[in-house]
Structure formats: structure tokens, C-alpha cells
């Protein structure tokens, strides 16, 4: 038992790493060196960090592809897309064989298939590489070809998310949902109960810039009816909810409006409806525009991807036992904690119930006094008897510790300004990835908790049976000796410490994403985008362009803080 004991412990150090290390430390310094527009040294980090053909092989493709696409890689950008996309798909139609061993030990250590809007925005970024390419294009055929990529990259983003509104419903069925007398007794209900947050509200249930870069896509093609279409549905998401959802610019609402009357005129047949559109939709200043958009023109898109997604991270919560009131408790360690772990505590686990409030005061000794408000009880009531049964309260002990993701409140990015001659127009917020995922993560934190406690409890109990098998006991509460209880000890060490939570995210996606539109006179204009940043001062971002008679260029930057700007 000794050369076993000192193997457990000279392991002690290795699983801790194991269970401790989050992703984005993981992959921290290819990030720097990509926001300093060291694409190679960015390049290099993540292939030595993350495995082509390992449970992070999906996000090998997604954080090399955008490395390439900052670096204006655009063909080798979609290679890699293409093949996560490959992936995702993959992932998400087959059933993982090896859950056991994922419970055992840490959802880290199964395959990352990526979040529904990750997998939305693989097809987004394929569409603009198509679309750099066919700017780039020498001949003809090859820049029609490139425009017919981008056209399948749009079609592909609209069964995505035509597949996502028939399962979570579009914001006008949410509206309707929302309206029914049923549904406002229960919001009653919940909220005497304590559950603040409705998790139907942050869902990802549509994407409309998604739909709008879809729009242009068909719009270069020449297909002004399917730009229509998409236009529409992009104007339809924003102002059904998205842009309220995720803390967007109004006007891209009015932005997307505009497009839709524009390309009714331009597709013809729609004579009085798109004038009773504009009077609807649009402002006096807007209608009065719609003449300078003309055939005989050109356009400019501005795309600001801005700052850098979010990192999820890992809160450590302390689970422990009180048979007084046959429950299960469960706080956040208050020793190296910061105020956003405690407030993602408190508003998505802590007892906000008068019921809650009044188990947790009774679950809580004077000893080991911990504040009302940072406490989740879970009641078992008749289950009692059966977790005792099974060894599952004495397993657990004392306490346990449980992992679940959380992330840091969100952070706003400063405006950007367009200046193109002696015009100077701001550009609109169109959507937000950080707010995305950050609401992801909140829809899914019911899931998190449960299934860490579930993880937490079972690795225990396994641990505890263990311990008995090989010290002979039999697991009815008898005394055994010194060495079996540092047995125990080691067992249950081991398991926690290899207990982690899901911290995977793309996060070479940016945190926000800005768009401008204009029409200019066909010839040669100077750019300018000057971009402030959260951490003070600007970036100033330029690029000359020669417009020609029809054209719709799209202006591509990158805006990160503190380094040079790295504008396409």
C-alpha cells in the first residue's frame, strides 16, 4: 500500500495540470502573436498546441483558418474551414462512444464540437474569404466562380439558421409565445420561485447579419429577388429582438430596411409595394437617399471585426453535505474568487426563493458560516435514503469540489468612424460574437451545474468503492486503518483534482463586428477608419480604393487593442 500511496501522490502534480488548465491558456500566445500580426509564430503556436486529429481538431481548423484570413490567406483560410465544418458536422450527428470516460474525468477530454453560432459563422467567414477572392480575381471566369462560392456559402448559412428557427422558434414566434395568457401566469410563477432568468430570451434562435452578408452575396451575383429575401430577414431578426438580444446599434435595423426597398427597386415588378415599404420603414432622409444609390454608382461596406472573443473560464463551487435537512449545498470558494465568478454565481445558481433563502440559512453552521446569497442548496428529500444507500453521502464527505464555465461580464467596444472625403459616418453595431456566446453559456448553465454535480458525485462514489475493494472493507461504515483513510484521501484527491470544466471556445472570432455602407462616385477614394480602443487612444486604419461603374467592395479590417492596426 505504501508504493501505491507514494505512486498516487508523485501523480498528484501531473493530474492537477490536467484538470486545471483552461483552453484559452492554452493558446494565449499564438492569439498575442496574431493581434501583433505575427501570422507564422501564430500559425506554429496553434499546431504545437492543438492536434489536427484530436478532440480539438475542430478547433485547429477554426483558429488556423482565421489566422489565415487575417494574413489574407483566403484560399488556405477556406481549406481549413472547410474541413471544420467537416468536423462539426460530424461531431454533431455521430454519438460519442467514450462517455463514460468523459465523466470520469472532464468534458475536456471529449472532442469540442462547437457552438451552434460557431458553426454558423464557419459559413460566414468561407462567404467573405470567396468574396476577397473574387476581388482578387485576374480573369473573368475566375471572379464569377469565386462570387458562385460565396452564393453556396449563403445557401448553406440559410438552412442553418432556417434549421435553427423550426427548433427554438424565430423572434416573432418568441413574441407570439410571450403574448399568450399562459405563458405570463408561469413568468409569474418562476419569478415567486426565484428564477430571475429566463433562459428562452438569450437563446441563438437566428443571425441576422448572417442573413445580411448573405444578401450581398446575392446581390453580387446579380440575384437581386434572393438579396431581397435576405435583406428582409436580416431587418426582420433586428428588429424583432436580435439587435435589443445582443446590445446593438438600432440603425442597422434602418440599414437593413434600406437594402430591402433598394433591391426591390432594382429587380423591378415591385412598384407600389416598395414605396409603401419606404413610408413605413423608412425615414424621410432615407427615402430622400434612394436615388443616389443608383446603377450608375458604386459601392462601399466597411467590416469591422473588433476586439477578441471572449475566454470561458472555470469557477471552482465547494459541494458539500447537511442531513439535517437531507440536502445538498453547494458555494463558490470565496478564497481567490473574483466579483464576476460571485455575480455569475449569484444570478444564475444562488437560492433567490423564499424556500431557497430559508434551506440555505438552516444549511449553514456557525462554523462555517458562508453568506445566504452565494449558496445553491439542493434538497433530495425521499432520494436521501437512496444516496445513502449506494455510499453516495458518505462518498462525498465533507465537501467536494465541482467546476462549471462561466465568463467575465462582457466588455463594449469603443465607436469606430468611417472618413471618405470630407464625410465622416459612424459605423453601426451588426452583431456581437462575445454577447453570443456569453448567452450561450447562460442558456446552458442549468446543464453545466447538473452535470458537474453529476460528474463530481459519481467520480466520488467510484473513488469511495475503490478504496473499499482494495483495502478489503466492505463499505458499511466500519473504522478501517491509517492507511486505507490516506487511501481514501488520495482517491478522492485524485478524482477532484482531474475535474474540470468546458472552457473550449473560438476565440479568434472577434468580440464585436461593425458595418458601414455607402454609395460612392465611381474613381479612386481614400479610406480612412479611425477605431477606438477599450484600453485609450485610436487606431487608425487606411486603404485607397479604385471604384468601378456597379461595384460593391467590401473593406475588410481587423481592429485589435493595443497594436498595429491589420486592415483587408
Not at 483558418?65 to 460530424?90: F, H, T
Not at 439587435?243 to 423591378?268: C, E, H, N, P
Not at 459519481?458 to 486503518?481: E, I, M, P, V, Y
Amino acid at each position: 500500500m505504501r508504493h501505491l500511496f507514494r505512486a498516487l501522490l508523485i501523480s498528484l502534480p501531473l493530474m492537477f495540470l490536467a484538470g486545471c488548465a483552461t483552453y484559452g491558456a492554452g493558446v494565449n500566445g499564438a492569439i498575442v502573436d496574431a493581434q501583433q500580426g505575427k501570422y507564422e509564430e501564430s500559425a506554429a503556436k496553434i499546431e504545437k498546441a492543438l492536434s489536427p486529429t484530436g478532440n480539438d481538431r475542430l478547433l485547429y481548423n477554426l483558429e488556423l483558418g482565421m489566422v489565415r484570413y487575417l494574413e489574407g490567406k483566403y484560399a488556405e483560410s477556406n481549406q481549413l474551414l472547410e474541413s471544420a465544418e467537416r468536423i462539426a458536422e460530424d461531431l454533431e450527428t455521430r454519438r460519442v462512444g467514450d462517455e463514460l470516460a468523459v465523466l470520469m474525468t472532464n468534458p475536456r477530454l471529449g472532442p469540442y464540437p462547437g457552438a451552434e453560432f460557431e458553426r454558423v459563422l464557419i459559413n460566414y467567414y468561407k462567404s467573405l474569404n470567396y468574396l476577397a477572392l473574387a476581388e482578387q480575381s485576374t480573369t473573368r471566369n475566375e471572379r464569377l466562380d469565386n462570387l458562385e462560392a460565396a452564393r453556396v456559402e449563403a445557401r448553406r448559412i440559410i438552412i442553418k439558421l432556417n434549421d435553427i428557427n423550426s427548433r427554438k422558434g424565430n423572434y416573432q414566434q418568441k413574441k407570439d409565445k410571450d403574448e399568450r395568457t399562459f405563458s405570463k401566469i408561469m413568468k409569474v410563477f418562476n419569478l415567486l420561485l426565484g428564477n430571475f432568468v429566463d433562459t428562452d430570451d438569450w437563446q441563438y434562435r437566428d443571425d441576422a447579419l448572417a442573413h445580411y452578408m448573405a444578401g450581398v452575396s446575392f446581390e453580387m451575383n446579380g440575384e437581386y429577388d434572393d438579396a431581397r429575401i435576405s435583406y428582409q430577414k436580416a431587418a426582420e431578426a433586428y428588429e424583432g429582438g436580435y439587435a435589443k438580444q445582443y446590445f446593438l446599434d438600432s440603425s442597422i435595423t434602418d440599414q437593413a430596411w434600406f437594402d430591402v426597398v433598394r433591391m426591390m427597386r432594382r429587380a423591378g415588378g415591385y412598384d407600389n409595394e416598395w414605396r409603401a415599404l419606404a413610408e413605413k420603414k423608412l425615414s424621410e432622409k432615407q427615402r430622400a437617399e434612394l436615388d443616389d444609390w443608383g446603377a450608375d454608382k458604386a459601392q462601399l461596406i466597411v467590416l469591422e471585426d473588433k476586439g477578441i472573443a471572449p475566454q470561458r473560464k472555470e469557477m471552482n463551487l465547494e459541494m458539500s453535505v447537511n442531513p439535517h435537512i437531507r440536502s445538498l449545498s453547494l458555494s463558490p470558494y470565496f478564497i481567490g474568487t473574483d466579483s464576476d465568478e460571485l455575480a455569475w454565481f449569484y444570478v444564475l445558481y444562488a437560492d433567490k426563493s423564499l424556500y431557497g433563502l430559508v434551506t440555505a440559512y438552516l444549511n449553514v453552521s456557525r462554523a462555517t458560516f458562508k453568506p445566504i446569497f452565494f449558496t445553491k442548496t439542493v434538497p433530495l428529500g425521499p432520494l436521501w435514503s437512496q444516496a445513502e444507500s449506494i455510499g453516495l453521502i458518505s462518498a462525498i464527505g465533507n465537501s467536494l469540489r465541482v467546476t462549471v464555465p462561466y465568463y467575465s461580464r462582457p466588455q463594449h467596444e469603443g465607436p469606430s468612424q468611417l472618413q471618405v472625403g470630407n464625410e465622416k459616418l459612424p459605423l453601426l453595431e451588426a452583431s456581437s460574437p462575445g454577447m453570443i456566446a456569453v448567452q450561450e453559456q447562460l442558456v446552458n448553465a442549468g446543464e453545466d451545474i447538473r452535470a458537474a454535480l453529476a460528474r463530481a458525485a459519481f467520480k466520488a462514489l467510484t473513488a469511495q468503492t475503490a478504496t473499499n475493494a482494495l483495502t478489503g472493507n466492505s463499505g458499511n461504515g466500519s473504522s478501517g486503518d491509517g492507511g486505507q483513510a490516506l487511501l481514501s484521501f488520495a482517491g478522492k484527491l485524485l478524482m477532484q483534482l482531474t475535474d474540470a470544466a468546458e472552457t473550449r471556445n473560438w476565440l479568434l472570432l472577434p468580440n464585436e463586428i461593425r458595418l458601414r455602407r455607402v454609395a460612392l462616385e465611381p474613381g479612386e477614394h481614400q479610406l480612412e477608419l479611425v477605431s477606438d480602443k477599450t484600453t485609450g487612444g485610436q487606431q487608425v486604419h487606411r486603404e485607397q480604393v479604385n471604384l468601378q461603374t456597379g461595384d460593391i467592395h467590401l473593406w475588410r479590417v481587423r481592429t485589435f487593442d493595443g497594436v498595429k492596426p491589420q486592415g483587408k
